[in-house]
């Protein structure tokens, strides 16, 4: 073993004793940064990964979208171009919109989307979030609530509610009594996303078009892609042969605002809880510096024995490099763990301080989710230990700058 080495794991490793307080304290702090990191990452994409599964399985990949409602030729054109492209494995027309909802003399004012079933169901898994009540009892005079707003309502599954459309209201405008649609309630479906869940309305395409007077015309298509399909050229390749006034939008465009909000708080935390390890390496460089000046003499000795001025940089580089590798194992050990037991630690200290309820209406996810990309995981740990490195360059050169003769004389 070179004698760097030997020194480095000496120093940091003492005989007789396991570790030195010196180790032990930047070892911990370097785990505090780089699990924290990990941590933050991991929820923050937990939450992008969870909301672009809630959009895909709601929209689809892609959305093709018109700037008015489209129908009879344009719409053929639209769909035969859908069919004909490689990359799409499904489509599905729909229309959407907003409605007054009562039940019970209590009002709401969901979003409301209309969609035909046996298409939709090829590519939006609507089933798949049903908890009570059946897809198959979706008809022209019934519709699907979302949970929260059934349970603010109070309406069930087989209750009638009435809707309100903005086409009955302008006609009220012109003296015109219209009476609202009254529906059956077929069923109630949960996302998991607290807004999706509070304020969405599912009916069949027809009565979606009876209520907004759009006749036989649809608004857009959902779209889903065959597996292994990349989004982004699967869009621009729809965009060269779709008819004039239409666009096909993948669901980062659609939600593009979102995301990037989404993205730049990601960033902003990262940025932020860097600063540990930062501080860590600061640490390292201080606690480096005191072995240096304490052991002055000693390293004239190595330099006076032989020891070259790249040998005694190393060693101290090398007591870094140890502290980032052994600091970075441990925590990205203490995040996973963390990360495991993450809505345990979440219960308890909802049961502590604010309550479940709070943070479902806060935060939109009735639990905590979590998604670690391991390219993520590994700049992490190559950030803490190159920062832990380049903490021992300082100490390093202060080190290898002593001359032998001044170094013994030290008291």
Known sequence: MPWPVYLAFKQLFPSGRWLSVFAVLSIIGVALGVAVLVLTRSIMGGFGHQIERMIIDTQGEIQVRTQAPIGGAKAAAVEKVLAASPAVEAFAPYANGVVMLEYGNRPAFPSIEGFNYDQMKKVVPIGRYLVSGSIDDLDDDSVILSSILANSLGAGVGDTVDLYSPLMLARLKGNDIMLPRSVRVAGIFQIGHQQLDSSTVLCSLRLMQDLYGLDRMVQGYDVRLRPGRNIEEAAIQLNGVLPDGTRALTWLESNAEFQAVLGFERGMITFLVGFIVVVAAFAITIALLMSVVRKTREIGLLSAMGGSRRGVAACFCLQGFIIGVAGSGLGLGGALLALAY??????????????????????????????????????ILAFAIVASTLAGLIPAARAASLRPVDALRSE
């Open 342 to 379: 993450r809505n345990e630690l979440i219960n308890l200290l909802n049961r502590l301080t604010m309550g479940r309820e709070v943070f479902e209406r806060f935060y939109q996810f009735s639990t905590l989710p979590a998604y670690t990309r391991p390219v993520e995981v590994v700049a």
